[in-house]
């Protein structure tokens, strides 16, 4: 009897290596989102044979420079993560990219920040109807209100001074 050995990644649930594949042969950039414990991470990979590089790259600390109260890790807070990583994607140049959701499901935060690359100015397809609704992305339903439209015109301007 013969022994197989299966990929690291595959056995440790890290990597689906069909989707990466065909993600890997549509040669268009790509969005991930991981979502921690406390934080949020979006990132705009562009695919290389030496290895993906990182085009733009958010945390969502980077609320708490903007004023945010509360967790980081709401569906306004990816919202607005997603957003700021648009627009630095979009001043590098990228256009249009795909979301790459890797072995995770697709949950209301990581549509959220997909919603916030979206309306950044990047072309991505995505189906509407599974964004999150307009009050949920501005808050509405947490306890710690925060003013989303006034750290989205913060992140714009940033944007524009680099």
Do not use: C
């Not at 790509?30 to 991470?41: K, R």
């Not at 980081?72 to 590098?92: C, E, N, Q």
């Not at 690359?117 to 307009?134: N, S």
């Not at 439209?149 to 913060?154: A, D, H």
């Amino acid at each position: 009897m013969a022994f197989t050995q299966t990929l690291r990644r595959l056995r440790e649930d890290k990597t689906n290596y069909r989707r990466r594949s065909t993600m890997l042969m549509s040669k268009l950039e790509f969005v991930t989102v991981q979502i921690s414990n406390e934080n949020i991470l979006v990132q705009i990979h562009k695919p290389e044979l030496s290895g993906d590089k990182v085009v733009a790259s958010v945390h969502s600390r980077f609320l708490l420079d903007k004023g945010w109260k509360g967790s980081r890790k709401s569906i306004s807070a990816s919202y607005l993560t997603g957003y700021f990583a648009g627009k630095k994607a979009l001043a590098k140049g990228v256009k249009n990219a795909i979301l790459y959701s890797g072995t995770s499901k697709y949950t209301q935060r990581m549509a959220a920040a997909l919603k916030g690359v979206i309306d950044a100015g990047l072309e991505i397809p995505a189906d509407q109807e599974t964004f999150p609704t307009a009050d949920r992305i501005k808050g509405e339903h947490l306890k710690v209100k925060n003013d989303t439209e006034k750290i989205k015109s913060t992140i714009d301007s940033g944007v524009k001074k680099q």
